[in-house]
């Protein structure tokens, strides 16, 4: 994962964030599909760390997002919600990257 504050070109996502907000940016693994709550769960390629995604910037990340099945690698975009867990925010996610 890579820090970033950047919204490139070919993502869905929002193209600005809060300044002081450190937006993640990598390639992950889904590793639990989006449930009904619209919760995710994605891992790093290392298998580090963990990201439960529990909130989407747009409607249009949380489409990409709930298509996405268990052991797929997909490029996002993170930024960490400010809760008792460690939650995360899509704030972009590059629709070619979920598919075959």
């Known amino acids: 994962m890579t820090d970033d504050r950047t ?4 993502w869905y996502g929002v193209t600005e964030t809060m300044p002081e907000q450190q ?7 889904v590793r ?13 390629l290392d298998g580090r760390r963990t990201f439960q ?4 910037a747009t409607p249009e990340i949380q489409a990409v997002l709930s298509r996405v099945e268990r ?3 997909i490029s996002v975009k993170l930024v960490k919600l400010t ?17 075959p």
Do not use: C, F, Y
């Open 7 to 10: 919204t490139d070109t070919g």
């Open 53 to 56: 995604v529990v909130d989407h």
């Open 23 to 29: 937006v993640l940016r990598g390639i992950v693994t």
């Open 32 to 44: 639990s599909p989006m449930n009904s709550a619209g919760a995710l769960t994605l891992e790093s």
């Open 83 to 99: 809760a008792r867990g460690d939650l995360w925010r899509a704030v972009g996610v590059q629709p070619d990257s979920t598919r």
């Open 71 to 73: 052991a797929t690698k």
